[in-house]
């Protein structure tokens, strides 16, 4: 088969169409055959060579997917050849076929193509695992009804999945993008504050909408850029969490301030997470998310489809930033 490897860390042309050795399923593990996966920043990183694919894991980039199950390995229930299925991987997504534990595995939703479902596994994982405390499951965030969230990247990957879920258990949404075509967008899915990072200061911004309350909870993908003003515009108990690195990695965090605000900083990612965790993500976001995709109260947001074979131009897309949404590689499947 053939896969996208990266010939040395270096920029979008050190990308290459390569020939590569078939996956083998091991216990509790399936092959699918790729139809479609997405470009996430997270493959920028491991490109430029800042960020591994965990111990054991194929080193070619693609923390998602969708496709058909190719085969099953010994120890798998509930699913068979022929089930068109979307992935959370740790990686290997690009490439024509991929391995995985089949906890990881989630049905294609009703009424979502086969190739827009790969725009779907990272970006609810990621949100439900981060943001959402319903029906007991635990996490950083715990986002209620009628609580205030600020997304930072409101128009990206993440940010039109987290717009359309705090929506949908009836959160107030504000949002920092660059630009009015995004901020439109982030308006049509769901967000009602709206803020333009390049002109705009978004904890004035958020104060003044909120009556000086600030937001309950902060969705932040910009790590220490963002970090002293981010607990600025934290309301009185309001949590931070902080899924991205952006902005950088080392910041000042003034305690006084919130301890003031009784509030709390959470630093989480999912990539390293071993696979029984994993599964208990993926099993959560198919109980409380699948359902909203089915019944269209949520859907993939996709801003552009490309082949595998140009992911290097679609790695030079996501850096330009122009996109609202996920940008997804097709195979030849």
């Known amino acids: 088969m053939h896969a996208i490897t990266i010939t040395e860390p ?42 591994d694919p965990p111990p054991g894991t194929v080193p070619y980039p693609g923390l998602e997917c969708s496709g058909t199950v190719l085969e099953v390995g010994p120890g798998v229930a509930g699913w068979q050849e022929g089930d068109q299925v979307c992935a959370l991987l740790s990686g290997g997504g690009y490439a024509e076929r991929v391995v995985l534990p089949a906890g990881q595995l989630l049905p294609v939703p009703k009424g979502v193509e086969l190739a827009s479902a790969a725009a779907l596994p990272e970006v609810t994982c990621t949100v439900w695992s981060n943001v959402f405390n319903l029906a007991g499951v635990r996490t950083a965030a715990g986002l209620r009804p ?112 919130l301890l003031a605000k009784r509030a709390s900083v959470t630093a989480t990612s999912l990539r390293g997470r071993p696979p029984e965790e994993k599964a208990e993500i993926v099993t959560a976001v198919r109980t409380h998310v699948w359902p909203l995709i089915e019944d269209g109260r949520v859907r993939p947001v996709v801003d552009r489809v490309m082949p595998l074979r140009e992911a290097a131009d679609a790695h030079r897309a996501l850096e330009d930033g122009g996109h609202v949404g996920k940008l997804l590689l097709v195979t030849d499947a």
């Open 146 to 257: 009628g609580e205030t969230i600020l997304i930072h990247g409101g128009a990206g990957g993440i940010g039109t999945m987290a717009i359309q879920l705090a929506r949908a258990v009836g959160a107030r949404i504000a949002v920092t993008s660059g630009g009015p075509e995004k901020l439109a967008a982030c308006a049509e899915l769901g967000a009602e504050i709206l803020v333009d990072y390049r002109e705009q200061d978004f904890v004035a911004e958020v104060r003044a909408a909120t009556d000086g309350r600030g937001a309950d909870v902060v969705l932040d993908l910009m790590g220490a850029k963002y970090l002293s003003r981010n607990v600025q515009v934290l309301a009185t108990g309001g949590r931070l969490v902080v899924i991205g690195l952006q902005g950088g990695v080392k910041g000042e965090l003034n305690l006084g301030a």
């Open 10 to 51: 270096g920029g979008p042309e050190v990308l290459a169409w390569t020939e590569v050795p078939d996956p083998e399923p091991g216990h509790g593990e399936v092959v699918v055959q790729v139809a479609a996966t997405a470009v996430n920043r997270a493959d920028l990183l491991q490109r430029q060579g800042h960020y």
